[in-house]
């Protein structure tokens, strides 16, 4: 069998999604990660006249943002949720890297317009590129790779590859693809077959999604507690609704001003913020204490004694109403406390008590 791999540029697909969602002229358009491979497998089949191709593996290079404003938390968490799903549910290889905001908020329509930062993704071309050669490179590994980009930086790979004896194929979006991936005379010899228009593919490719009747879980919600909603959850996962989320995000702003340290800021104005900056996922064990029931927020105590500020949609598997004060949690941090004041958490997760 003739072996397919799939090598996505997550990070110009995301931002060139707008011109799919406009052609399906659905509202909510989304793509089916879970059924984009096989389709595009279909079609390759179909514009290479091959026979039944073997789809080995789906690759897909992207970023994640950190350091953002925390109004931004729910935003960022989707981003890692996505990458999650795509390795989880449907067995892609994810790579991703962080793209420091600079406590910024993400969207450029969000920051303010005297605000000259723009964000600097780093290593997503080079990675694309880096594991199509390596994989190139290695005996049986792959007899097709296809591309699916459209920045016109990845050309000399495509020679490349084509130049060790691998085929290539290119996907692309037409209102965002460098005219040489498409040139029918393939001036550059950069693939083996017809470009495969995403355009094209609309239908066998986009997210049938199923609304279902969710309760949401917020002790602040409003009206009825059944809300219609899309959203997938992880199991234990609870669910809130969309307004409960934008309520959230302005509560734990708020709050963590009132509460929480400046440590971070306070970094950034010696200039050591950017060098010192890593993305933490250490997780570290504690005890939650100091709950505030009817205001959605608490504290959790670090073995060592230093207090984090958590609020109940940083929960990653328990529901607020369940929650008391003196039950173990494992949890990340976002901030680390400073001076009397309280740091903050990342995610939180309730973990069972021996007792
Ligand atoms: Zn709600």
């Known amino acids: 069998m003739i072996k397919l791999m799939v090598f996505i540029d997550g990070t110009w697909l995301y931002s060139n ?7 399906s002229n659905q509202p909510g358009f989304y793509i089916d990660y879970g059924l984009f491979p096989i389709a595009l497998k279909n079609e390759l089949e179909k514009k290479g006249a091959l026979p039944q191709l073997d789809l080995v593996r789906t690759f897909l290079f992207g970023s994640y943002p950190v350091n953002y404003d925390v109004m931004d938390e729910d935003r960022a968490q989707r981003r890692k949720d996505f990458f999650s799903m795509l390795r989880e549910d449907y067995h892609y290889e994810v790579e991703a890297f962080p793209i420091d905001y600079q406590r910024r908020r993400i969207l450029h329509d969000d920051r303010s317009c005297e605000d000259s930062f723009t964000p600097k993704e780093k290593c997503v071309d080079i990675a694309l590129a880096t594991s199509i050669l390596y994989h190139a490179a290695i005996a049986d590994s792959f007899d097709i790779a296809l591309a699916v980009v459209g920045d016109k930086d990845y050309f000399p790979l495509l020679q490349k590859t084509r130049e060790v004896g691998k085929r290539v194929a290119v996907a692309s979006i ?19 077959y017809h470009i495969i228009w995403l355009n094209d593919m609309i239908d066998q490719i986009t997210l049938k999604q199923q609304e279902a009747l969710l309760e949401c879980k917020s002790p602040l919600h409003a009206g009825e507690q059944g809300v219609l909603s899309t959203v997938r959850l992880k199991v234990g996962q609870p669910f ?21 340290s400046a ?16 993305p933490d996922e250490t997780e570290y064990e504690g005890k939650i204490e100091n709950l505030k029931p009817d205001r959605g ?33 494992r949890f990340t941090v976002m901030k680390e406390p400073h001076g009397d ?15």
């Open 341 to 355: 004041k309280a740091g903050s958490v990342g995610r939180v997760w309730l973990v069972e008590s021996d007792e």
């Open 17 to 23: 999604l707008r011109h799919l969602a406009k052609e």
């Open 297 to 329: 927020f608490g504290f959790i105590k670090r073995q060592d004694g230093s207090s984090y500020f958590f609020h109940l949609s940083h929960l990653q598997n328990a529901e607020w109403a369940a929650l008391e004060a003196g039950q173990g949690a």
């Open 263 to 278: 440590g971070l800021e306070s970094h950034q104005e010696e200039g050591r913020w950017e060098e010192s900056y890593e």
């Open 174 to 192: 037409r209102q965002s693809c460098a005219k040489m991936y498409s040139d029918r005379s393939d001036e550059k010899r950069l693939k083996d």
């Open 240 to 260: 809130y609704c969309d307004d409960c989320r934008a309520q959230f995000a302005e509560q734990k702003a708020e709050q963590m001003r009132e509460y929480t």
